[in-house]
């Protein structure tokens, strides 16, 4: 007979949880456009090999591409659709500390371009969630009537100066919007495009090392 579904296994996003050391830190990896619950679990586990994984699947579909939610066109979100799912994200990961026993206070994200977008959405949002954010190609997710108070929360921002994607003014007004709110916030734009140099790389490994050390 087939074993019974766990009830306890959070269901309201497809995902891949990779349980790491004991105490350790959890990434939480959000992919880009046309990425999946797979894309980042190689890099996660190399950037912070102790760290448990936690990756959902954007539930919103373009062209056929998974993304976390929907855009109107290159650059101008569906704001209604983005807060419904970062709601939902937000839900997503409650259900999964307690589904995985995960340190509440341990949850840091690691977004991707789309994956980004959602992530700084979650900071602004819900501010108690996380406890550091990794935001790759990120662009403003919306402008909030009122910053939320993020005082000392570790950011690192890491925008390229040749992205097709991200207009510089953008990223760096997110980077002083995060600041305002009182985030620790690491910000430096690289020679490059909207891809990851090996010099970035090693700058998101000393972060995370950083604050998974931080007492």
Not at 144 to 159: A, C, F, Q, R, Y
Not at 174 to 190: D, H, I, K, Q
């Amino acid at each position: 007979m087939d074993n019974p579904p766990d009830i306890t296994r959070p269901a309201s996003f497809i995902h891949v949880f990779v349980p790491g050391a004991a105490n350790a830190v959890t990434l939480l990896l959000l992919h880009g456009t046309g990425g999946n619950e797979n894309s980042l679990i190689e890099l996660g586990a190399e950037l912070l090999p102790d760290a448990s994984l936690l990756s959902p699947r954007g539930k919103v579909l373009e062209n056929g591409m998974p993304r976390f939610f929907r855009r109107i066109s290159e650059g101008v979100f569906d704001e209604e659709d983005l807060h419904r799912r970062t709601s939902e994200l937000a839900t997503f990961i409650k259900e999964s500390i307690a589904a995985y026993n995960l340190d509440p206070g341990s949850i840091i994200a690691l977004g991707y371009s789309n994956g980004a977008n959602i992530a700084a959405s979650l900071v602004l949002s819900q501010p108690r969630l996380l406890a550091g954010a990794v935001l790759l190609r990120a662009m403003v997710p919306f402008e909030p009537t009122e910053l939320p108070k993020i005082p000392g929360l570790p950011v690192l921002l890491l925008s390229g100066d040749r992205d097709p994607l991200i207009p510089h003014h953008n990223a760096n007004h997110l980077a002083e919007m995060l600041r305002n709110a009182g985030a620790n916030v690491r910000y430096s734009v690289a020679h490059a495009g909207h891809s990851l140099t090996e010099e970035e790389l090693d700058a998101i490994r000393q972060f995370l090392e950083d604050v998974s050390t931080q007492p």
